[in-house]
């Protein structure tokens, strides 16, 4: 599912659940990524970017 919908109105919960911070969850939305949680059998969840190759930005830390 979209991020966007994963963390509407439990921000911080699925900043949690994803083992980011909160604040990272909200840039994400508000700048627009593609990201999509998916659940795992064990409680878990992972989130994956959809992320055009190559980027037209540099990966944070790059040279």
């Known amino acids: 599912m ?3 919908e994963f963390a509407k109105g439990r921000q ?5 659940e ?3 911070q909160q604040a990272a969850i909200s840039k994400a939305i508000r ?3 593609e990201i999509y949680v998916t659940p795992h059998a ?3 969840y992972t989130a994956t970017e ?3 190759f190559p980027s ?3 990966w944070e830390g790059e040279q």
């Open 2 to 4: 979209p991020l966007k």
């Open 12 to 16: 911080h919960v699925a900043a949690q």
């Open 18 to 20: 994803l083992g980011v």
């Open 31 to 33: 700048v627009g990524r």
């Open 42 to 44: 064990d409680g878990s």
């Open 50 to 52: 959809v992320r055009a």
């Open 56 to 58: 037209s930005t540099a």
